[in-house]
Each structure stands twice: as C-alpha cells, then as structure tokens.
C-alpha cells in the first residue's frame, strides 16, 4: 500500500515525498537540508520529520516550490544519489543474498529521532547497524516492534524529580507502511494478531509487529504499546511478538532468511519457533536442533544481571501454555535449552540461556566484555575450561555518517578526498595527522559554539517549563561560554553509569565550577521504576542553586536521538565513569571522538581497547571492587585529580596562535583511533568474515 503522502504531491514534488519515505534522507548529506529548505520553521517544530512536515505544510508553499528552479535542482541531485545507492549491487555474497537475507532481530531500532521506538545504547546500535547495512550493501531486513507509545519522554519538576510522560504516534506521520499480511501468536490461549508495518532504512527493510489492531483485545493491543512495559509477564508477551511473530511475518513476506541473528536474548524465542518448524516436519529432535543451531546467531549486551531476564516456569505457562509441546518437545528439552542448572533451583527459562544454546555463535561486544561473558556463562558449557567457552567478541561501533556533524565530516572531505567514508583506507585515513592544527581547531571551536547556543535556548526552556524563576532559568544564556572547557556526561541514568561520581565530593566539584574554565553538559532518563537512579538525577540536579557554580552545569532534559547529535559533538571532553566491567561497550564517547571530543573514561568496554596510555585520552582503571563505596571513593579521587592536574591546563595551555598543541596531537589521536577501529564499518565487516559466514565460527 503506498503512502498517503506519496499522493498529496504536485508531480514535480513526487522524488520529495520518496525521500521522506526512506530514512536514507537522514544520514545523506543533503537531505536535512532539502527538508529544511521547504519550510524552517516547520521542519524544527515538527522534530525533523520530513513525513509530517509533508502533510503539514500549506499547499501554497508546495505551488512555489514545485516551480523553484533552485530547489528542483537541489531535489534532483539527492534524489539521484539516493537512486544510485539503491542500484548498486549487494556484496557480501558469500554470506547473504538478497532472496536469503540475514534477518536482524531487535526489540529496539534508534534510527532516527522521529521514530520512536529505541530507548538507548542498543536500539541506537541496532539503528546504526541497519544503516551500515545499507551503506555496505549487505542483503539484510530488520525485525523488530512498532511501539506505538515508544518510550517514555523525561520531564523534571522544580525538586529534580523525574516524571514520565508518553505520546501516541500517530502512523500517517510516520514513513511506513503497512504490508497486507497479519500473523498470530497464541498468548495466554488466545490467537493474538500482529499487522506488520515496513520503514525503509536506505536499501534495508524493517519489519515492525504491531498487536493494536481492533480483533484483539485490549491487553493483547496493549501488547506493543511502550517499550520494555513493567510488567513481566507482559514483556514476555512482547518478547514472543517480536520473535515467534517476527519468523512468522518473514514467512508470510516470501522472505527466506540464510541466517537469523537475535540482537540480545529478548528475541531468543525465535529459535524454538524455527525448531518447532522443523519439528512439524517430523524432524528427530537432535536433528532440528542441529539445523536450527546452523542458522542462528547471537550477540550478548550486557553483564549486567537483570539484563539477562529469567521466568519462572509458572510465568512462561501463564503467557506461553504449553509451549513445549507447542514446539514439538518434552518439558525436558525445553528445559534443557532455557534453564540453568539441573536440580529444581535450575528450572526457570532464560531468554539468554536459550539463545545461547541455539545458536551457532554467541559473541560479546567488547573485548573486555568476552571475557566477562565467558565467565558469566561458563555453566552453560559444564567441564569446560573458561578460556575455551565458546564465545567471542566483535566490539561495537558506530555509524560514521550519522555522527560525524557536517563541519567535522567537510574538513575531513577537504583533507581526506571524496570517497574516504566509503573506502576508510588506512593510507587515507593516516591524513587525519596532517590536517593542520588551526583548522581543527576552528572546527573544535565552532562545534563548542553550536552546542553553547543550543545549551543556552534548551536549558532555559526546561527550566522556565518546570517552574524555575526566570532569573534561574535566564542564568543559562549568560554563563555558558564558547571558549570554555565543555564536559559532556550523556546516557541513560543506569546505577552502573554511576553519573553520581561527578558530584562525589560537592565541594570540589563546586570548586572546579567556579574557576570560570569549566562547564558541564549532563543528560539522560532513569527507567521510570528506578527510584535509585531518578535520585542520582535529583542530587545532581541539587548543585543548580549553589552560587557561581549551578549555572555552569546544564540538564538538558529528556535524552534522545533529537538532543544527542549536539550533545556528543560540542563536548570537549566525555566522560563516561561505569563500575567495571559492567560497561559492555559503550558507544557514546565513539560518537565524541568522531567529533574531535576527549575521552575521559572508566577502562571498561570499547576504551579498555581503544586507550592508547594516555596519548589519544584518558582513561581511569578500576578494580573490580568487592565495595562499591570504596571503588566509587577510589574511581571519584582519580577523577579529580585528571581534572585538576591534566584535563584544564592541557586544554588553557595555548601557544601564541592560540591553539592547544598537545591538546591537538590527543586529538588527532583519537580521531584517527575511532574512525579506522571504532565504527560499523569495521563491525560489519568483522561480522560478516568471523560470525555471518556459514563454517566461520567454532
Ligand atoms: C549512543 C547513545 C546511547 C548509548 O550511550 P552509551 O555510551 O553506550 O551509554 C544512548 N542514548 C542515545 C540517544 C545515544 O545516541
């Protein structure tokens, strides 16, 4: 069915409306633009959503555009280069076609901020990967959710309390689609249906399950409704949506996948839908087993516990009765791929024991995140040594077009030469060394200056919005200053994040506010039942009234892929203080350095690896510590100190130019580290030649 928005068109404004029908337009240079071209003042009020700026804007503006010879110009060049992307041919052949695609399934996808259906680090992976996809031309499609209601928005009271608001999408607004086809899933006895919906990520489709449809019921509608729902057996529910569902509606789609990937254990329970495939065709049980193992691969997010969600077997039967017989096995194999250990402590179902049991491949995110996981899950593999439990490692990274801002990638253009995004050679990328230093710098001081005058309009509005005096809330737009040390601390408000460590001890972090040479950017949501992480907000939302020193810090509410672009890029440096080594990976201090940004950062994740003693960064190592008190004492002391004695006389040590030399050299370190080792790029094709090939791995 095409879309509305393809018919309000004049002919002449048709090519628009395909654009704005794929999110290709966001990552390409040019398409912003063409957006913002038809109407400013829509474009930014609308959060950048070319689907809706399309229907909303007056039909007079479209007469004028559709006879502006510049603009149709302007359209015809995008619109080429977005044709051309989809001509080429795919490669990879070796491991996918486009007739038997990879099937990537996720319960999340941060593609862009006006689909809202990501709430952080691993929906925006996922969205960078499709992206990735697109731009290397791997035949892949995308399985995942349409979460009508999203994730919640953040809103803070005048006590720095945090409120949860959510918003309906409302599809037409939206560039997808839906396919003609409805599959079922059978929760608590009753066939629930899923519509199927389709976005387009450049040359890759993505597959969304939606149960608010009228035929169900309003719990089953509810189903899809906001990510991650509260309450478990509802979850579950949703887990078995977008996995049991997902196969499904590959299957009603013609779509033949070579390979499923299950991104993170929500979507485990695709493997015993395709086991039970198998199984209705008579297959002996090991057999299935063994095929269905052949075709499915499995990444792992986090170490942390409650990642990792188990049920009860009381819980699975509430929302999946009989489920094994469903499948076509005993409750004994059922077990045996979901639980853990024998003995009645092992009989619940974990939605990562499974995944690790059927797949062929499992692998962490990070090097330092093998090893964890190769401890966290040797049980799996009873008798065998640590080092040899089967899983390894492709450590993440990020989409380079998408978070590299526009002044940073046309100095790289200039140095580098057209083509290097698509080539990344190593002999090109080496230039980054020979740009010279004023030129950087200008670029550095630009994107400082963007992020001030962003900092300076968003701060007042939040703050004006939860009932701030308007001295308090102006006091934004006076004190933020473009040549001043920008410090940038922006994720979600997990406990682990400890973002408390900045205020460990107040008055030396009061101390470093007031000197004038520091100012510090700070957002982020806490999942709205954790009370623990919404009072880390609170705390350091406190330090807002203490003289000379509250104005210099800035809140910016309600962390998104709308806020993060300007975030990541006019911070000097970003700080990132997990408790090791509950960080997987960590993805936003890649996205800074993309920008010319520092990472100052806890020795976990990716910067365990990328940490080159100090010569691109700065890296504080933490001991895995018994006593969180003490490690946080120990890591805030280290902190400090390369605050006080590195981070600001490198950044105020100036030679006559004005420029920060060895700040530079760090910089350009850096620069280089993440954009050959830390991008998607990188990744993809990590996956493709050690996880995606079939024999690939052990
Ligand atoms: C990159 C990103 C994250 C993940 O950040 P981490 O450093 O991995 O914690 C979360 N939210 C948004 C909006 C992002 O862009």
Redesign the pocket.
């Known amino acids: 069915m095409p879309h509305d928005v393809l018919a309000r068109m004049p002919p002449e404004l048709v090519p628009l409306a395909e654009l704005a029908l794929d999110l290709w337009w966001s990552w390409n240079p040019g398409g912003p633009e063409l957006f913002g071209a038809v109407d400013r003042e829509r474009w930014s009020a609308g959060g950048m959503n070319p689907v809706k700026l399309l229907r909303d804007v007056a039909p007079g503006r479209l007469d004028v555009l559709r006879r502006d010879g510049e603009f149709l110009a302007r359209l015809r060049k995008v619109h080429d280069a977005w044709a051309a992307d989809h001509a080429r041919p795919s490669r990879f052949s070796d491991v996918a076609t486009p007739e038997h695609p990879i099937a990537f399934v996720c319960a999340e996808f ?1 593609v862009h901020s006006s689909l809202a259906i990501y709430s ?2 691993l929906g ?1 992976l996922a969205g960078d990967i499709l992206k990735e996809a697109s731009d290397s031309a791997v035949p892949l499609v995308g399985v995942g959710l349409f979460y009508r209601r999203g994730y919640f928005h953040q809103r803070l009271d005048r006590a720095g309390w945090q409120h949860e608001y959510w918003i309906a999408a409302n599809p037409e607004e939206l560039p997808i689609v839906q396919e003609p086809h409805r599959v079922t899933v059978r929760l608590r006895g009753r066939d629930v249906q899923a519509a199927i919906w389709r976005v387009q990520v450049g040359r890759i489709p993505l597959y969304l399950l939606d149960t608010d449809v009228p035929e169900n019921d309003p719990t089953s509608r509810f189903i899809t409704s906001t990510l991650y729902v509260g309450d478990r057996a509802l979850r579950l529910m949703q887990y078995a949506v977008l996995a049991i569902g997902g196969v499904r509606a590959l299957r009603a789609l013609g779509i033949e996948p070579t390979l499923f990937h299950l991104n993170e254990g929500h979507a485990s329970l695709a493997a015993l839908e395709l086991l039970r495939e198998r199984r209705a065709e008579h297959a002996p049980f090991a057999e299935a087993l063994a095929e269905v193992r052949s075709r499915v691969v499995f990444t792992t997010h986090t170490p942390v516990a409650a990642g990792n969600e188990r049920y009860d077997v009381g819980e699975v039967a509430a929302v999946l009765d009989g489920l094994a017989e469903q499948v076509g096995i005993s409750d004994d194999e059922l077990h045996g791929l979901a639980g853990g250990k024998s003995g009645a402590d092992g009989r619940y179902f974990g939605v990562t024991e499974l995944a690790l049991r059927t797949s062929r491949s499992t692998n962490a995110v990070s090097k330092r995140h093998g090893e964890v996981a190769r401890g966290m899950w040797q049980h799996i593999w009873p008798g065998l040594d640590v080092h040899d439990v089967p899983i390894t490692h492709v450590t993440n990274g ?1 989409h380079l077009p998408t978070w590299m801002s526009p002044p940073m990638r046309e100095l790289l253009d200039r140095h580098l030469g057209d083509g290097w995004i698509a080539s990344r050679d190593p002999a090109v990328l080496a230039r980054i060394f020979e740009i010279p230093d004023e030129e950087l710098w200008a670029v550095r001081s630009r994107l400082r200056a963007d992020l001030v005058a962003y900092v300076r309009a968003k701060a007042v509005t939040d703050r004006l919005a939860r009932g701030e005096s308007i001295a308090y809330a102006e006091s934004a737009s006076s004190t933020f200053d473009p040549g001043v040390l920008m410090l940038g601390f ?3 408000v997990a406990s682990y ?1 400890r973002l408390h460590l900045i205020v460990h001890d107040p008055m030396r972090s009061i101390g470093l506010l007031r000197g004038h040479r520091l100012q510090v950017v700070i957002a982020g949501r806490a999942h709205p039942q954790d009370d623990g992480a919404k009072s880390i907000v609170k705390t350091v939302l406190d330090l807002r009234h203490v003289e000379e020193a509250g104005s210099r810090v800035a809140f910016l509410e309600d ?3 709308a ?2 672009p300007a975030v ?1 890029a006019g911070c000097d440096v970003w700080l ?1 203080l997990p408790r090791a080594p509950l960080e997987a ?5 890649m ?1 800074a350095a993309l920008n010319g940004g520092l990472n100052l950062s806890v020795l976990d994740g990716w910067w365990s690896e990328a940490f080159d003693e100090g010569r691109n960064g700065w890296g504080i190592a933490s001991a895995n510590e018994a006593n969180e008190a003490l490690q946080d004492a120990r890591d805030a002391e280290t902190l400090y100190g390369l605050l006080e004695r590195e981070i600001m006389p490198a950044f105020y040590d100036r030679d006559a130019a004005g420029i920060p030399r060895d700040w530079i050299r760090r910089l350009k370190a850096s620069l280089h580290c993440v954009a050959s080792g830390f991008t998607t790029k990188r990744m993809l094709d990590e996956y493709a030649s050690r996880i995606w090939r079939a024999g690939a791995s052990r």
């Open positions: 941060g952080g680090g925006v990020v922006a994720r979600r994040k962390y998104d892929l806020v993060a990541v990132n990976s960590g993805t936003s201090g996205k």
